[in-house]
C-alpha cells in the first residue's frame, strides 16, 4: 500500500507540474493574443478614421465645384438677364416713339 500511495503521490505531483506548465502557457498565448487585438483594432480604427477625413476631403471639394460651377451659371444667368432686359427696354421705348409720332 505504502508502493501505492508513493506512485500516486507521483502522479500527483507530476500532474500538477504538467497543469500549472499548461497553465503559464496559456497565460502566455492569450497575452498575445491580447497584444496582437490591442494592435489590430488600433489600426483598424485608425484606418477607419483616415477613410472618414478622406470620404470628408472629396465631399468638400466636390461641393467647391458645384458652388463654383453654380456661381458660374448664375452670372450667365443675370447677365443674360440683363441683356434681354436692355433689349427689351430699347424695343419698347423705339415702339413708344412711334405710337406718338405715329
Known sequence: QRHHTD???SVEERHAGVLKTLQEEHTDVMKGL???HKD???????GHVDAIAARDEEHRDAMHVLAAGHAAQV???NSGHAAEVTKLNAGHA???RWLVAG
Open 7 to 9: 506512485a500516486l503521490q
Open 34 to 36: 491580447r497584444g496582437v
Open 40 to 46: 489590430e483594432t488600433a489600426s483598424f480604427g485608425a
Open 75 to 77: 452670372t450667365d444667368l
Open 94 to 96: 423705339e415702339e413708344t
